[in-house]
């Protein structure tokens, strides 16, 4: 569905993309992911023929979103990072105003508008002017006209930037049901976006990719976690119990009770779980508790972005 190879956009000196590729299978729910600046914005933009590309090429269903912009455009349903809508207008206004510029008429326009209003949950503000509505409803309004002509691919920029907690809940779940009709690709900077739609993560960092895979690939690459301990004894006497554990580097107190114990996974003694656990069987403590912690999408974004840029400026 979506082919990216070498792309690059340059803003003056500023290189926004320095030769991404990736591909997006037809059926996918991929979250493109990334800190601010990163190109996510840039690259959802010249998918969309919004923005032309310095070099390199993009396709959307076989077809050049430079040469062929216009059937790309007939194939995408696109919402942008700051949604454009016409306040004056009502909800049916608007999003029959969407239906026809799209080329619906007659017959099927009424099913495609019912099919959107009764998919996004617009049925309560249907007759409302759009300045009426929430933030919540104003996304909701926006992603029922980026698929209100049935697109192959729906293109959605920071989806839920600007909401409170219960409206990105309830966009992030519309977005799932769309994930089951549509190939999808999501630019996001929420980690809890990409684990609760994606099925796929991509990662770009400084206009490059710099990881791609699912979210048990990109965490496989990372060292195993820290060690999380609860031990029946006053938390000072743990703490020097752990200490004293051959190739530990660090135990950290968590709120609520237990350790987190960083180390050396493998020495001479064994495993570091089973360091510890003869450690503090040794120190005569009773140990309640010992699980090896596995790491989380955070972590792996972390080590891709931050851990990369602090790496470069080390170099």
Request: aromatic share 4%.
């Amino acid at each position: 569905m979506i082919e990216v190879e070498n792309l690059t956009k340059n803003y003056g000196p500023a290189r926004a993309l320095r030769g991404i590729s990736f591909h997006v299978a037809r059926g996918e729910v991929v979250g493109f992911l990334g800190p601010n600046g990163a190109g996510k914005s840039t690259t959802m933009k010249i998918l969309t023929g919004f923005l032309v590309p310095s070099s390199g090429t993009a396709r959307i269903d076989g077809l050049d979103v430079v040469e062929d912009s216009l059937a790309v455009r007939r194939r995408i349903g696109y919402l942008p990072e700051s949604t454009p809508l016409y306040g004056e207008m009502s909800v049916h206004e608007y999003l029959r105003f969407a239906a026809e510029i799209r080329g619906l008429r007659g017959k099927e326009l009424p099913p495609a508008l019912a099919r959107v209003v009764e998919l996004c949950g617009l049925e309560r503000v249907w007759g409302k002017n759009i300045l009426e509505l929430s933030k919540g409803y104003r996304q909701r309004v926006g992603l029922a006209q980026a698929m209100v002509h049935q697109p192959d691919l729906l293109i959605l920029d920071e989806p839920t930037s600007g909401l409170d907690p219960n409206q990105i809940v309830e966009v992030r779940s519309l977005i799932q049901r769309l994930g089951e009709e549509h190939t999808v690709i999501l630019s996001t900077h929420y980690l809890q976006e990409v684990e609760a739609a994606c099925t796929r993560v991509i990662v770009i960092d400084l206009g490059e990719i710099v990881a791609d895979g699912t979210r048990d690939d990109l965490v496989a690459q990372l060292p195993p976690g820290d060690v999380f301990v609860r031990v029946a004894a006053p938390p000072d006497a743990v703490a020097a119990a752990l200490q004293q554990v051959d190739g530990v580097h660090e135990v950290l107190a968590r709120e609520g009770g237990g350790f987190l114990v960083r180390g050396d996974v493998s020495v001479a003694g064994g495993a570091l779980e089973g360091r510890i656990a003869a450690g503090v069987v040794g120190a005569g403590l009773r140990l309640l508790q010992l699980e090896r912690l596995r790491p989380s999408l955070e972590d792996a974004f972390r080590a891709f972005t931050v851990g990369r840029r602090e790496g470069a400026r080390d170099a």
